[in-house]
Nanobody, 119 residues
Framework: QVQLVESGGGLVQAGGSLRLSCAAS????????MGWFRQAPGKEREFVAA????????GYADSVKGRFTISRDNAKNTLYLQMNSLKPEDTAVYYC????????????WGQGTQVTVSS
């Protein structure tokens, strides 16, 4: 019922920046809270950031606080993740998520976009 498509991933040097986008479509997709998870090779998926429907409330994993900024444009049904001061340990597949409680149990997942940070 809700489809999520990520874009904007790629290769960047340490200290550089990238902006990820997530286009949402389907029933009530734009009314859900949304966020980002990531999964590095050989590791489990981990929470990165989340944002309420209105955009007034945000949350971040400690590992990205001060470097990443999550935002959304409901008129465009699009979610963003601005990533600055990237580190090699940020290398992972990044997934867009949506749902009622995205911090613990997202209801919908995108297919992911690869982010690779070189040293």
């Amino acid at each position: 019922q809700v489809q999520l498509v990520e874009s904007g991933g790629g290769l960047v040097q340490a200290g550089g920046s990238l902006r990820l986008s997530c286009a949402a479509s389907g029933r009530t997709g734009s009314s859900y809270a949304m966020g980002w998870f990531r999964q590095a090779p050989g590791k489990e998926r981990e929470f990165v950031a989340a944002i309420s429907w209105s955009g007034g409330t945000t949350g971040y994993a400690d590992s990205v606080k001060g470097r990443f900024t999550i935002s959304r444009d409901n008129a465009k049904n699009t979610l963003y993740l601005q990533m600055n001061s990237l580190k090699p340990e940020d290398t992972a597949v990044y997934y867009c998520v949506a749902g009622i409680v995205v911090l613990t149990t997202p209801d919908y997942w995108g297919q992911g976009t690869q982010v690779t940070v070189s040293s």
